[in-house]
């Protein structure tokens, strides 16, 4: 893959219901963003068939099919022969499963589909790891990254999701052999009401750290001006790509 922009790095996240909501915000950011996150809600909503809707509204469009698949290899081969013959970018998988789930996903896309390992929701905190039976070594969101995205990286995953909390130690580890994906980005002094997200940074931060790509939906799509203020985003990474470099 070239390097890619600013711009580029900007993955907007389609969290709405129907095909003429998601080609509206399409048409709106194509010339604004990188890619486009096409999730549960829409996914669920308007069958596969929104993926193509989405391509269709741009040549440069890429898609980013978030499907967090969780299941018995068989089937998520399945799921992503399919995935495969829409043309997406990236799909994720869940590493909870283990080494041989990922792996058989890689095998599964032949090299067209990149596959990405989700490491810990954003959405979770250490007390929520304990709450669900994660022992006492790993119980700290970063370490049990670390431990996912080694699997990941085993399995032959290209990358992993992670929150910005963990984004410079998986760097440190892996570099540029794991591209890092990072959601529960929020603009500094924009307050979500309701917001389930835990683990949260801001876009400089993100990639500042080290962060490939950064996932942002809320943040650009309830601003009163949804293409300036991904356009703010682009100048914060660039700024964050700059000092970066120097340091």
Do not use: W
């Amino acid at each position: 893959m070239k390097i890619p922009t600013a711009k580029d790095r900007i993955i907007f996240a389609l969290d709405v219901s129907t095909a003429k909501e998601a080609e509206g915000l399409v048409l709106l950011l194509k010339d604004h963003v990188g890619m486009f996150k096409i999730g549960l809600q829409l996914f669920v909503g308007e069958g596969p068939k929104v993926i193509d809707a989405v391509l269709s509204q741009s040549s440069q469009a890429k898609v980013f099919l978030d499907m967090k698949f969780h299941d018995i290899p068989e089937t998520v081969r399945g799921a992503l022969k399919s995935a495969n013959m829409h043309g997406v970018e990236f799909v994720t998988v869940h590493c909870d499963e283990g080494k041989g789930l990922l792996k058989t996903a890689v095998e599964s896309t032949g090299g067209k589909t990149n596959i990405l390992g989700v490491t810990v929701l954003t959405s979770l905190s250490k007390d929520d790891l304990v709450d669900i039976g994660i022992g006492p070594e790993l119980r700290d969101p970063k370490k049990l990254v670390l431990h996912r995205a080694r699997i990941a990286k085993a399995a032959g995953c290209f990358g992993i999701v992670c929150s910005g909390e963990e984004v410079r130690a998986v760097k440190e580890e892996f570099g540029d052999s794991l591209v890092v994906v990072t959601p529960g980005i929020r603009v500094a002094g924009d307050a979500i009401k309701n917001d389930d997200q835990k683990r949260i940074v801001t876009p400089y931060q993100a990639i500042y750290d080290g962060a490939d790509y950064i996932v942002v939906g809320r943040p650009i799509r309830t601003a009163p001006d949804p293409a300036g203020a991904a356009d703010a985003i682009a100048k914060e990474i660039e700024q964050a790509l700059k000092d970066r470099k120097k340091s």
